[in-house]
């Protein structure tokens, strides 16, 4: 009888529990500091201080400040993702489609200010020549993931540059929006204001869309010959 092999999954160590909830404290105390100061005025003093512990803990868990950047800015971006892969499953209409997308960003950012704030902040820093170091990994699995929703619900084939545009119009769309109402001293109810605009944002690009395939047909058509 030949014995099988179990893989035992071993618990989690005192000491592994106590290092994870120290990351924690750390990721947090990070997002809080980033959110009031931003990305270039926080210092790793800053964020020890925050989470009350020394600087040489920071540093078993983080290379310097690039690395809890990113480290954050990935946490997030993943988060956002799984909304949106829940909120446009199964979905094959373009209007439908970007309707969804959307509300997904208006569904995962509606009570996560600290999220949406380093969100935008490192957006931003994709422009910059001298930025943080592989910021831009997490943002641009975010927008072919987006391209790629926008692809299956067209009827045609598009463009890669297309999809491109359409899908950084989308998500601009969103960032633009919160950035400037967050400098509003309305009471109004900005996720609904947001919904009420992004009907007419749906009609716009998905016109646009359909425009833009009809004309790339008349392009490429050719008379049939006998």
């Not at 310097?64 to 990935?74: G, S």
């Amino acid at each position: 009888m030949i014995a099988k092999n179990y893989k035992v999954k071993s618990k989690p160590t005192r000491h592994s529990r106590r290092a994870n909830a120290t990351r924690a404290k750390l990721l947090n105390a990070a997002q809080a500091i980033f959110s009031e100061k931003g990305l270039d005025l926080t210092s790793i003093d800053d964020i020890t201080n925050r989470a009350d512990v020394g600087k040489g803990t920071f540093y078993y868990h983080f290379r310097d400040r690039d690395d809890i950047v990113q480290t954050l800015i990935e946490k997030i971006i993943d988060e956002l993702l799984a909304v949106i892969d829940e909120s446009c499953k199964d979905i094959k209409d373009l209007k439908d489609a970007i309707t969804a997308l959307l509300d997904a960003h208006i569904k995962f950012f509606c009570n996560r200010w600290e999220d949406f704030v380093l969100y935008f902040q490192g957006r931003s820093e994709l422009i910059l020549e001298y930025g943080y170091e592989g910021i831009e990994t997490p943002f641009i699995k975010y927008l072919d993931r987006v391209e790629e929703i926008i692809a299956l619900s067209t009827q045609r084939r598009l463009s890669k540059s297309l999809l491109h545009r359409i899908a950084c119009a989308v998500v601009g769309f969103v960032s633009g929006y919160y950035s400037f109402v967050s400098i509003s001293a309305s009471e109004e109810d900005v996720d609904e204001t947001f919904r009420s605009m992004r009907n007419a944002m749906v009609e716009s690009l998905s016109r646009f869309i359909q425009e833009t395939q009809s004309s790339s047909d008349s392009e490429n058509w050719e008379p049939q010959t006998r």
